[in-house]
RNA sequence: UCCUCGGUAGCUCAAUGGUAGAGCAUUCGGCUGUUAACCGAAGGGUUCCAGGUUCGAGUCCUGGCCGAGGAG
């Protein structure tokens, strides 16, 4: 196994633009496509670390923002990195804190230098730059590491992405020259990979604009940001597709916050290799359960005694040893519990889902496990 | 037996004599690089009963019923 990053292309479909991979880190292999499940604060909600093993993750997120704020990126440094810190041997990706310059709007303020943030927890003053959130991820000891972008919400006027697509590729500039002049200093490649964003909303110019320019300035990967936001489901394919197109074939492709299960099989025909997103954990927390006939709400009164499993077709822990009954009243009274086995069984629902493509990649059938996908929702 | 306080949505309680509300609970939605065990909507009332005063009573008066506390 190598200690570096390095992607293995193995396969690529023939009737689609879906790919068969290996990503290798220092902390092991992760198959692709992948789903990684969110991490944001060091813990991937509800669930244990001896939980996401046995479910089959590969990879976990981490937030750079959120462990910034705390416990703070040099305790986790000290701590042995947070690999160790938080017992999770096994790759893992940090966001950089773009996101948070969306949502937590009204918190920030952006200049060309960077963002100047107020912290959501106790309103102090914080300023990230490109170069920063590079530091503050080779100090965690991210396998895979994040460029600072700008993600526009939707809806945006063409102008405003245009800006953000510009400041994205200055800033991704700045990132990679901070992270090469780290690995100089190292006298050695980094354990830790970087990956650009590309921006541009549903537009397909700006899109191959930005995309022209990751490539350009050269990373390990590639992401897709910005999607998912509210455009409508055919233009969110539709740029995945044109995006995903114009970027290196022998380096892997994230799509980043999606998202439905439908969404996973949609993007992997268009060639994505990762993807990440809190639906599966968010929406367990709420109740909400993804299965083969698709979501349902557990905690409605019509489950109230229903002794099947909640996807009889699943072949979950979960699935083999808890009635729908019992978790809806682990619901009902505020069981935490409740969160626990909702978000194990939704997690291995959509770790599963991506076994299942990457068998049929692999077998070579995966045009038509797309479209029983598509009958079947 | 007397005195005091109380009785309003399933529960705990609001409402200068002027359209009876809130929180919780219930039911139903929503959640896409987590500020989210969150957010939203809906249903739900003979204001204990019977009289009275008033243009108008949950509110004031009289009587009763029920509950809590106190006195004897």
Same mark, same amino acid.
């Given at each position: 196994?190598?200690?570096?990053?390095?992607?293995?292309?193995?396969?690529?479909?023939?009737?689609?633009?879906?790919?068969?991979?290996?990503?290798?880190?220092?902390?092991?292999?992760? =198959?692709?496509?992948?789903?990684?499940?969110?991490?944001?604060?060091?813990?991937? @909600?509800?669930?244990?670390?001896?939980?996401?093993?046995?479910?089959?993750?590969?990879?976990?997120?981490?937030?750079?923002?959120?462990?910034?704020?705390?416990?703070?990126?040099?305790?986790?440094?000290?701590?042995?990195?947070?690999?160790?810190?938080?017992?999770?041997?096994?790759?893992?990706?940090?966001?950089?804190?773009?996101?948070?310059?969306?949502?937590?709007?009204?918190?920030?303020?952006?200049? =060309?230098?960077?963002?100047?943030?107020?912290?959501?927890?106790?309103?102090?003053?914080?300023?990230?730059?490109?170069?920063?959130?590079?530091?503050?991820?080779?100090?965690?000891?991210?396998?895979?590491?994040?460029?600072?972008?700008?993600?526009?919400?939707?809806?945006?006027?063409?102008?405003?992405?245009?800006?953000?697509?510009?400041?994205?590729?200055?800033?991704?500039?700045?990132? @990679?020259?901070?992270?090469?002049?780290?690995?100089?200093?190292?006298?050695?490649?980094?354990?830790?990979?970087?990956?650009?964003?590309?921006?541009?909303?549903?537009?397909?110019?700006?899109?191959?604009?930005?995309?022209?320019?990751?490539? =350009?300035?050269?990373?390990?990967?590639?992401?897709?940001?910005?999607?998912?936001?509210?455009?409508?489901?055919?233009?969110?394919?539709?740029?995945?597709?044109?995006?995903?197109?114009?970027?290196?074939?022998?380096?892997?492709?994230?799509?980043?916050?999606?998202?439905?299960?439908?969404?996973?099989?949609?993007?992997?025909?268009?060639?994505?290799?990762?993807?990440?997103?809190?639906?599966?954990?968010?929406?367990?927390?709420?109740?909400?359960?993804?299965?083969?006939?698709?979501?349902?709400?557990? @905690?409605?009164?019509?489950?109230?005694?229903?002794?099947?499993?909640?996807?009889?077709?699943?072949?979950?822990?979960?699935?083999?040893?808890?009635?729908?009954?019992?978790?809806?009243?682990?619901?009902?009274?505020?069981?935490?519990?409740?969160?626990?086995?909702?978000?194990?069984?939704?997690?291995?629902?959509?770790?599963?889902?991506?076994? @299942?493509?990457?068998?049929?990649?692999?077998?070579?059938?995966?045009?038509?496990?797309?479209?029983?996908?598509?009958?079947?929702?």
């Amino acid at each position: 196994m190598s200690s570096t990053f390095q992607f293995e292309l193995l396969a690529r479909d023939a009737a689609t633009g879906a790919r068969l991979g290996r990503i290798h880190t220092p902390h092991g292999v992760i =198959e692709t496509p992948a789903f990684m499940p969110v991490g944001t604060g060091g813990t991937v @909600k509800a669930v244990t670390q001896h939980h996401l093993e046995e479910i089959g993750a590969q990879i976990i997120l981490g937030n750079t923002y959120h462990l910034y704020l705390r416990p703070g990126h040099e305790l986790i440094q000290r701590a042995g990195g947070l690999h160790r810190f938080i017992s999770w041997p096994h790759p893992i990706l940090t966001d950089s804190g773009g996101f948070q310059v969306m949502s937590l709007k009204g918190l920030q303020r952006i200049t =060309e230098d960077g963002v100047e943030f107020r912290s959501h927890l106790d309103g102090s003053s914080h300023f990230f730059s490109p170069e920063r959130v590079v530091d503050v991820q080779l100090a965690l000891g991210a396998d895979i590491c994040m460029i600072l972008d700008e993600c526009v919400p939707y809806p945006a006027s063409l102008e405003s992405t245009r800006r953000a697509v510009a400041l994205t590729g200055r800033w991704a500039r700045r990132a @990679k020259d901070r992270y090469r002049i780290a690995a100089e200093e190292a006298g050695a490649e980094l354990p830790s990979a970087l990956y650009g964003i590309v921006q541009g909303g549903i537009d397909e110019s700006l899109r191959r604009e930005s995309a022209e320019e990751m490539r =350009e300035i050269g990373f390990a990967g590639y992401a897709l940001g910005g999607l998912s936001v509210g455009e409508a489901k055919t233009a969110t394919y539709d740029i995945v597709e044109y995006t995903a197109s114009r970027l290196p074939e022998d380096q892997p492709r994230y799509l980043m916050g999606v998202g439905t299960p439908q969404d996973l099989v949609e993007c992997v025909a268009r060639g994505i290799d990762q993807f990440d997103c809190v639906m599966p954990t968010r929406n367990a927390r709420n109740a909400c359960v993804f299965t083969s006939e698709g979501r349902l709400t557990i @905690k409605g009164a019509r489950y109230a005694a229903d002794e099947r499993p909640l996807d009889p077709a699943c072949g979950c822990a979960v699935c083999h040893r808890y009635a729908r009954a019992y978790i809806r009243h682990l619901f009902s009274t505020g069981e935490m519990l409740a969160a626990t086995l909702a978000t194990f069984h939704n997690l291995f629902f959509y770790l599963d889902t991506m076994r @299942k493509i990457r068998q049929a990649i692999a077998a070579g059938n995966f045009a038509d496990f797309l479209s029983s996908a598509r009958a079947g929702s």
